[in-house]
C-alpha cells in the first residue's frame, strides 16, 4: 500500500470485485518488502499463509457468499499474539523460537471477520517499555522520523499502520502500550474497558492490566475492527459478560450537550507546549460542535504511576515465573544442577528491563514488605478509581494529551528507567481504573504527531468513538501515510 487506504474502503472494494483480497494483501506485503528493512515494524511475516487466507475470501466471494466484516483486510498482530503455527516471541529471545499450538481468541475472531494475518509486529520484550527499544530483537522505528521511538510496547503495531505495512494492527495495553505508540505514529488506538476483549491466547504481562486494542487509520477502522474482537469469551475468566452494541452505528451521533471534563493534572510539569496547544485547540473544535467542557480534577492522579509500577512489576513476576527452561522456550546448556538450569536460562533468555521488572515484583510481594508495597499500592489503585467515578458522574467524557511529549529520538531515554516510565502517566491511571481510553491524532510538532485522548465509562466504548468522530469530520481528517523514507527525518512530512 502506498496510498492510505481504510479497512472500511479496503474492505468495501473488495466485495464489490474492484480489487481482489489477494492484490490487497500483495500490496501489503510489497510495502513490507519495499520499508521494513528501515522501519522493522514485523517479527515475523507470514506471505504464505497470508495469501492463502486471501484467496480463500477471493473464492468465497465467487462462490456467492456472505463475507466478514473485515474481508480481505490485511492484519498485523503484536508478537504477545498467539497464532497458531507461527512463531510468537513476545520480543523476548527466550520464546525465540515459541510457536504455539492454537491461536487465542482475538486473532480466531479476527479470522472469522475475513481478516488477512500477514504477520507479527515488533515490541518492547513482553511489552514492558514505550519506545520499542526493549525488544530482544532490534528496535522499530517511527515512520515520520526514522531517528525517532515509534513509542511501545506496541510500536511496531503503531509503525505498521501509519507507514501502509497493514491496513490495521492490534496491540496491548497494560499501561498505555496501544494508545501511546498511536500517539507517536499519528494512528487511532484504542484500549477497550477490561474484560471487553478476550485475553485468551494474550502472552500475559499484567493480567488485571492487559487489554487486546485495534491501531487503525481512522475512527471508523476502530469501531470496525473493535466490533471483530469485543464480546465475552468463555475462555477467558475476566472476559465480561455483556453484549457489545454495534459500534459502527454508534459512531454516526453528534456531540451536542456532550459534558467534556479536563482533568488538570494531565496537563503538569513535562507537557511539551505544542501537545497542551493541539489538544486544546481539538477541545475547542469539540466545543464548537456544541460539547460543553470545563477544567476537573483527578486528585490522585500524581501517585498512579508508582502504584503501576508496583502492581504490574508484581503480576510480571509470577506470569513470567513459567519461563524456566522446561516448559516453554529457551534453555540454557551446561547448567550444573536444575536450580542452575534456572538461573542461566532466564539470565540469558530475558533482557534487563524485564529482569528488573521480575526483581521489583518480587520484592513488592515478598513476606514483610508486601504490606509496604503491594498491599499500599492497590489502595492507591482504588483512590485512582474513585477519581474517576467521581468525574463521571459529572462528565461523559475526560479529554487530556495523550503523552506528554511527541516522539523522542532513540537512545533519549534507553538509559534512564525513570525517564521512559514518564512517557506513560497520562494512559496508566486509565489502565488502574479498567476504563476504554482512545487516542486519535490531533496534530504535529513539527512534523511528529500529537494525539489526543478521550477517556470514558467503562464500557462506553460507543461514546469515545462518537466524540473521536465527531471530531474527525468537523477537521476533515483524511488519513495519510508516513513516508517510512530516511530523506523525510528531521521533521518534514515529505
Ligand atoms: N510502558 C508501560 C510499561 O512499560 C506500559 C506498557 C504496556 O502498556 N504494555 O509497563
Known amino acids: 500500500m502506498t496510498e492510505a487506504i481504510t479497512a472500511h474502503e479496503l474492505r468495501d472494494r473488495v466485495k464489490r470485485g474492484d480489487i481482489s483480497a489477494e492484490e490487497a494483501t500483495r500490496a501489503a506485503l510489497d510495502r513490507i518488502e519495499a520499508v521494513d528493512g528501515r522501519l522493522r515494524a514485523f517479527l515475523t511475516v507470514t506471505p504464505e499463509a497470508a495469501l492463502d487466507q486471501a484467496r480463500a475470501v477471493d473464492a468465497a466471494r465467487r462462490r456467492g457468499d456472505r463475507l466478514g466484516p473485515l474481508a480481505g483486510v490485511p492484519v498485523a498482530v503484536k508478537d504477545n499474539f498467539c497464532t497458531e503455527g507461527v512463531r510468537t516471541t513476545c520480543g523476548s529471545r527466550i520464546l525465540e523460537n515459541f510457536v504455539p499450538p492454537y491461536s487465542g481468541t482475538a486473532v480466531r475472531r479476527l479470522a472469522e471477520a475475513g481478516a488477512v494475518i500477514i504477520g507479527k509486529t515488533n515490541m518492547d520484550e513482553f511489552a514492558m517499555g514505550s519506545s520499542n527499544e526493549n ?75 492487559d487489554q487486546i486494542g485495534p491501531l487503525t487509520l481512522d475512527v471508523t477502522d476502530s469501531a470496525l475492527a473493535l466490533q471483530a ?28 450537550g456532550l459534558r467534556i471534563g479536563i482533568p488538570r493534572e494531565y496537563f503538569g510539569e513535562g507537557t511539551e507546549p505544542a501537545v497542551e496547544a493541539a489538544v486544546r485547540k481539538a477541545i475547542e473544535v469539540l466545543v464548537g460542535l456544541g460539547a460543553k467542557a470545563e477544567e476537573c480534577s483527578l486528585p490522585h492522579t500524581d501517585h498512579a504511576l508508582s502504584a503501576y509500577y508496583i502492581i504490574a512489576p508484581a503480576e510480571c513476576s509470577a506470569n513470567l515465573a513459567r519461563y524456566d527452561g522446561v516448559r516453554y522456550g529457551l534453555r540454557a546448556a551446561g547448567a550444573e544442577d536444575l536450580a542452575d538450569m534456572y538461573a542461566k536460562t532466564r539470565a540469558q533468555g530475558f533482557g534487563a528491563e524485564v529482569q528488573r521488572r521480575i526483581m521489583l515484583g518480587t520484592y513488592a510481594l515478598s513476606s514483610g514488605y508486601y504490606d509496604a508495597y503491594y498491599l499500599k499500592a492497590q489502595k492507591v489503585r482504588t483512590l485512582v478509581r474513585q477519581d474517576f467515578e467521581r468525574a463521571f458522574a459529572k ?80 477537521v476533515g481528517f483524511t488519513p495519510r501515510l508516513a513516508p517510512a523514507d530516511p530523506a523525510a527525518g528531521k521533521g518534514g512530512r515529505a
Open 395 to 474: 462528565y461523559d467524557v475526560l479529554v487530556a494529551p495523550t503523552s506528554p511529549t511527541v516522539a523522542f529520538k532513540l537512545g533519549e531515554r534507553a538509559e534512564n528507567p525513570l525517564a521512559m516510565y514518564l512517557a506513560d502517566v497520562c494512559t496508566i491511571p486509565v489502565n488502574l481504573a479498567g476504563l476504554p481510553g482512545l487516542s486519535i491524532p490531533c496534530g504535529d510538532d513539527g512534523g511528529l504527531p500529537i494525539g489526543l485522548q478521550l477517556i470514558g465509562r467503562a464500557l462506553d466504548e460507543a461514546t469515545l468513538l462518537r466524540t473521536a468522530h465527531a471530531y474527525e469530520r468537523a
Open 135 to 209: 525488544s530482544g530483537f532490534y528496535p522499530a522505528r517511527n515512520p515520520w522520523d526514522l531517528d525517532r521511538v515509534p513509542g511501545g510496547s506496541s510500536g511496531g503495531s503503531a509503525a505498521a499502520v501509519a507507514a501502509g505495512e497493514a491496513v490495521v494492527a492490534f496491540g496491548s495495553d497494560t499501561g498505555g502500550s496501544v494508545r501511546q505508540p498511536a500517539s507517536f505514529c499519528g494512528v487511532v488506538g484504542l484500549k477497550p474497558t477490561y474484560g471487553l476483549v478476550s485475553r485468551f491466547g494474550l502472552v500475559a504481562f499484567a493480567s488485571s492490566l
Open 229 to 256: 474482537v469485543a464480546g465475552h469469551d468463555p475462555l477467558d475468566s475476566t472476559s465480561a459478560r455483556y453484549d457489545p452494541p454495534d459500534y459502527l452505528a454508534a459512531i454516526e451521533g453528534d456531540v451536542k
